[in-house]
Nanobody, 126 residues
Framework: QVQLVESGGGLVQAGGSLRLSCAAS????????MAWFRQAPGKDRDFVSA????????GYADSVKGRFTISRDNVKNTVYLQMNSLRPEDTAVYYC???????????????????WGQGAQVTVSS
């Protein structure tokens, strides 16, 4: 069983940057697709970005495309989310998630990910 722990959240002004990290422990991290979702107060948990385990293919929500970058280090068992040009509407709890490989397809649906971290708060002030 893979366990996920997020870090790197915090408070930042609009236009600033943050990098979230998600450290995985337990079984082999390399064979999992990894993703980031976020949930603002009173709203659903939404897809942000994902990366496949094999080719490292990535996908992004339209709202973050060009501003956020997902990456993974299979040696360090860590996935990252670099967030630049942050906006107040990016404020949310960010969750790391892991799911089985889906033939190299970037999955954006919550149901594709069975393992979740505890979440990291990101607050962007205007």
């Amino acid at each position: 069983q893979v366990q996920l722990v997020e870090s790197g959240g915090g408070l930042v002004q609009a236009g600033g940057s943050l990098r979230l990290s998600c450290a995985a422990s337990g079984r082999t991290f390399s064979y999992y697709n990894m993703a980031w979702f976020r949930q603002a107060p009173g709203k659903d948990r939404d897809f942000v970005s994902a990366i496949t385990w094999g080719t490292g293919r990535t996908g992004y929500a339209d709202s973050v495309k060009g501003r956020f970058t997902i990456s993974r280090d299979n040696v360090k068992n860590t996935v990252y989310l670099q967030m630049n040009s942050l906006r107040p509407e990016d404020t949310a709890v960010y969750y790391c998630a892991a799911g089985p490989d889906a033939w190299g397809i970037v999955r954006r649906d919550i149901s594709a990910y069975a393992l979740w971290g505890q979440g990291a708060q990101v607050t962007v002030s205007s």
